[in-house]
């Protein structure tokens, strides 16, 4: 997985759009407003929220204190390896991660990629594990592993139950020791990286980023992403990759991390065994030429084949180390965490929206970063006047500062997220490996919180000053269009200078370590044999006003959940007003109980509450979650949004307007495509075959919106699950307040015709004219959960799907590279059940990829192997412990099982059903819902592929949606 962190900050990570689905319009008059009367709307808004907040102030500031720090030990080897141990008692569950300082900078500027190639190549075997092994291993177990690359350090994480500790550490010491490049793995994992490359050129907005660090950086080896470049990794050899693995991925260059449910003077024996012998790596001596101060504007503006404009400014910032980044923090939110931020407010939630997301954030680099504001502009909407907000909202920063209520309000924001980085092992583990990596002291997580609290109004004002200066930001724009030949900022970053790497090695020889393992190392990896079992909390469940309501308490951090499922959704849409119960979700939201939709904001923002919507096609679910401290109010205002919203006419507006916008965005992406097209073509105009769409939301009126609230939700059935840190009694009267009064209404209950049989293969191609790459999505109707097949099933989808090592997963990436990722699983659902499979291929290798899923397919009804289907098994129980670490994951399993009707040890039992499941059963569910003649695949590319595809069968081709 390459991840650059690109909306990861220091302490906590900014929002993406989507974060902000169900709050993402303002309240107020309609009016066409000029940039003045923005900003004398904003000052008056200040002005009369103010009650909201004073009371605020002092509630929050002892939330670190009451968290606690995280605990941790640290040592360091002999061999210079770092080890960080941090005891967790939530759950049964371990994460082991190693971070090897090594990332896209230090690769040379003729040898873009290197590092991201490690994170794929690392999981093809070592001295003593087998090719694939390591992820076969983790996933039998029931465990999860996985690997992402950035520009500043490659991680490689684990999180396995705990008695498989020993496994986790000694397969993570054998590639650190043992890793060899061959041609042969280097082949096929550079044919899959390219995959994931066309991947991102085949998404509308996925060359962005890209193109903004080229942009924003000229010498500094961050103008490359850490995705690499095609045509270098054609070029290098083997023993290159060989060289750059021995220079890097060694002990004294990272740090292991050990977080959960650990004995550490056991570990630290066991990190000795595995670890303590492994040489020390050459010195390494960085030559990483320095990012020049940057002393005039850039811009590049472009058009590309996107829906809708999308732009992004940002400004260098200082190293990763600096304290003013806690100041930085405090800015991005004022400026863009939230809708009550001051540019969402102004573009997205104001009198009069330009955009359908904005958000910024700090994204703080080892040797210097950038604090970054992005929007995406409603359609119709112009560039220039977001631009020019953004620009004048920055400037009245660097001016006139920002209010202690702002501040207040992002602190509260972070705190949050303070609290929720201790929920499990991985998080912690997280945190401390980064900090020990960059700053070179794992207590900074421990440090951080407390250096949040002290960041003043005039830093804030002060760091705008220092660093957001109006002669030398990075301006990147997108608009709608064919793309255009590129200036020479957004060129591939050439090979110019001497480059990052800190040795040079002979042409054609391979610096290769040596593997000295000790006499008494292991040849095999040790799996221990005992399974751990998991037990989900159940909590009190009693009924209030037709409710069926349970309190989960679990007191370990202080924060509340609570979970409404309402037993209606979006099947109930009329044909031709496909979106409507997604509309009246986005809507209730928008201004309640008196409160406009921007106090309301305010007020829920101040004090750390969230309160989402969101429809489930059978279900309405409304969540919440807030600290402790917060819960009697979040749980009134969460009751007035559910009986008192305004569902005001403006807002409905704006909403239809920002949601046909992002509509059409949606339309653009070939993945989303390629799956609505397979769900229509399976189903039909039955609710699981119809999708919202531009013109049918622009079909829904305010009165559908009303009626449809009449009609979705009610307490019929419905189920409220409160968890965390709450007492049943609290939980109780709680629920007793919410649901007070509640008018009861019969569920509506929507038809579900039985999907056709069309008893032939149908192959349908999606025109896509510029498409990078070819999406494949191929299904077949199935059953649903109410049929005992689904345990077969189940084990079916893990035996094809589950890691490099799976069917699917050798058959089409392992041996030959025709994909970055590829799966095929059953869906059940309460009405209708389907089996899915997708790849992302070229465009070349289109056809022979869906004919190779077919083989494995058939494969599979024919014969299942003992191991395979023990190993699913064991990694069903595994994953079931995985899945108990929170409160709030329990309580999902919670709410899932009454809406499906289980018993309530379902869950607990799960692994013994498998355990029942024979060779014959996985076959014949296999053979039964998957034949050919049962089959639809869909692909998404240019009309040039109907005579490659015409192989499979008749072909039809459909336009792309418009």
């Not at 550079?190 to 995959?195: F, G, L």
Request: aromatic share 8%; net charge positive; charged share 20%.
């Amino acid at each position: 997985m390459y991840c650059c962190g690109l909306f990861r900050s220091r302490v906590s990570t900014a929002p993406s759009p989507a974060d902000y689905r169900f709050l993402a319009n303002g309240a107020g008059a309609r009016r066409a407003v000029g940039v003045a009367g923005r900003r004398r709307f904003w000052r008056m808004f200040m002005r009369t929220i103010l009650w909201l907040v004073l009371p605020l102030i002092a509630v929050f500031p002892g939330i670190a204190r009451a968290v606690g720090d995280i605990e941790f030990v640290q040592d360091t080897l002999a061999n210079g390896l770092r080890v960080i141990y941090a005891p967790l008692r939530q759950a049964p569950v371990v994460h082991v991660a190693v971070f090897y300082h090594v990332g896209s900078r230090d690769e040379r500027p003729d040898r873009q990629g290197f590092a991201h190639m490690f994170e794929h190549m690392m999981f093809r075997g070592s001295a003593h594990v087998k090719p694939e092994e390591h992820g076969r291993l983790i996933t039998t177990v029931g465990g999860y592993s996985n690997a992402y690359t950035s520009f500043d350090q490659t991680v490689y994480v684990n999180t396995v139950p705990a008695n498989q500790l020993r496994l986790a550490l000694y397969l993570e010491a054998d590639r650190m020791a043992s890793f060899r490049v061959s041609e042969e793995i280097y082949a096929i994992e550079r044919n899959v990286v390219m995959e994931e490359w066309r991947r991102r050129q085949n998404a509308p907005y996925g060359t962005f980023f890209d193109d903004f660090f080229r942009l924003a950086f000229t010498t500094h080896p961050y103008r490359w992403t850490p995705i690499g470049n095609m045509d270098h990794l054609r070029a290098a050899a083997a023993w290159e990759l060989q060289e750059f693995f021995s220079t890097w991925y060694v002990p004294d260059n990272a740090v292991l991390v050990i977080a959960g449910d650990i004995d550490v003077a056991a570990t630290r024996g066991m990190v000795a065994n595995y670890f303590a012998w492994i040489p020390r790596g050459p010195l390494i001596t960085r030559r990483i030429p320095p990012e020049p101060p940057q002393t005039a504007p850039r811009r590049l503006d472009v058009q590309r084949p996107v829906p809708l404009a999308r732009l992004m400014i940002g400004w260098h910032v200082p190293p990763w180390r600096s304290e003013d980044h806690y100041a930085l923090n405090m800015l991005a939110a004022i400026l863009g965490l939230g809708n009550a931020s001051r540019l969402d407010r102004l573009l997205v939630t104001g009198p009069d929206p330009l955009c359908t997301s904005v958000s910024s954030h700090d994204m703080a680099l080892e040797d210097g970063g950038y604090l970054g504001i992005s929007a995406t502009v409603l359609a119709g909407r112009r560039v220039e006047d977001v631009e020019k907000i953004i620009f004048q909202t920055v400037a009245d920063i660097r001016d006139r500062g920002v209010t202690s209520e702002e501040l207040s309000r992002a602190r509260v924001q972070t705190m949050v997220d303070y609290v929720r980085g201790r929920e499990t092992a991985d998080k912690i583990a997280s945190q401390l490996g980064l900090a020990a990596l960059l700053a070179g002291d794992p207590s900074w997580v421990n440090r951080a919180m407390r250096k949040l609290e002290a960041v003043t109004p005039a830093d804030v004002q002060a760091v705008a000053r220092k660093y957001l200066r109006p002669d030398c930001y990075n301006l990147l724009i997108y608009r709608p269009g064919q793309s255009v030949a590129a200036n020479p900022a957004s060129r591939p970053a050439g090979a110019s200078s001497p480059g990052a790497s800190p040795r040079q090695a002979a042409a054609g020889q391979p610096a290769t370590r040596p593997a000295a393992f000790p006499p008494d190392y292991p040849n095999r990896p040790p799996v221990s044999e005992t399974r751990l079992r998991a037990t989900f909390a159940r909590g009190e469940q009693f009924a209030i006003n037709g409710v069926t309501v349970i309190i989960m308490p679990d007191h370990r951090l202080p924060l509340v959940s609570w979970d409404l499922a309402m037993r209606a959704g979006s099947h109930c849409d009329p044909p031709g007003k496909e979106g409507l119960a997604v509309m009246t979700a986005d809507l209730l939201p928008r201004g309640a109980a008196g409160l406009s939709y921007v106090q309301l904001n305010e007020d829920l923002e101040s004090r750390g509450i969230s309160i989402n919507i969101n429809d489930g096609g059978d279900v309405t679910r409304l969540k919440g979650s807030c600290l402790t401290a917060q819960v009697d109010h979040a749980l009134g205002r969460t009751r007035d949004i559910l009986l008192n919203p305004h569902l005001a006419e403006d807002e409905f507006n704006s909403l239809r307007q920002q949601t046909i916008s992002r509509l059409r965005a949606e339309q653009s992406r070939p993945d989303i495509v390629a799956s609505r097209t397979l769900a229509h073509a399976l189903f039909g105009d039955s609710p699981a075959g119809r999708f919202p769409s531009p013109a049918s939301v622009h079909n829904i009126t305010l009165q559908d919106v009303k009626d449809c609230y009449r009609r979705l939700y009610t307490p019929d059935r419905a189920i409220l699950v409160i968890s965390g840190d709450v007492t049943v009694e609290r939980g109780r009267a709680l629920a007793g307040r919410l649901l007070e009064g509640w008018e009861m209404r019969p569920v509506p209950k929507p038809d579900y015709p039985a999907p056709a049989e069309h008893g032939k293969l149908r192959v349908i191609l999606v025109d896509r004219p510029d498409a990078r790459q070819s999406v494949i999505r191929i299904g077949a109707t199935a059953y649903t959960i109410h049929s005992q097949e689904k345990f077969a099933g189940a084990l079916a989808g893990s035996i094809l799907s589950a890691g490099i090592d799976s069917r699917l997963g050798r058959a089409v990436r392992a041996e030959r590279g025709l994909a970055y990722s590829v799966w095929g699983v059953f869906q059940p659902a309460r009405q209708y059940g389907a089996f899915m499979a997708g790849a992302e291929t070229a465009f070349a290798s289109t056809v022979e990829t869906v004919e190779t899923i077919f083989r494995v397919l058939n494969q599979t009804a024919a014969s299942i192997e003992p191991r395979e289907l023990s190993e699913a098994v064991l990694r069903a129980g595994g994953s079931m412990v995985m899945g108990m670490q929170t409160i709030q994951q329990q309580a999902a399993y919670r709410v899932e099982g009454l809406l499906n009707g289980y018993p309530i040890d379902y869950y607990d039992t799960y692994p013994d059903r498998l355990a029942g499941v024979t060779e014959k059963d996985v076959r014949d569910v296999v053979a039964r819902y998957l034949r050919p003649e049962r089959m639809t695949v869909v692909v998404v590319g240019p009309t040039s592929l109907r005579e490659h595809l015409s192989r499979l069968g008749e072909v039809q081709v459909v336009a792309m949606p418009r």
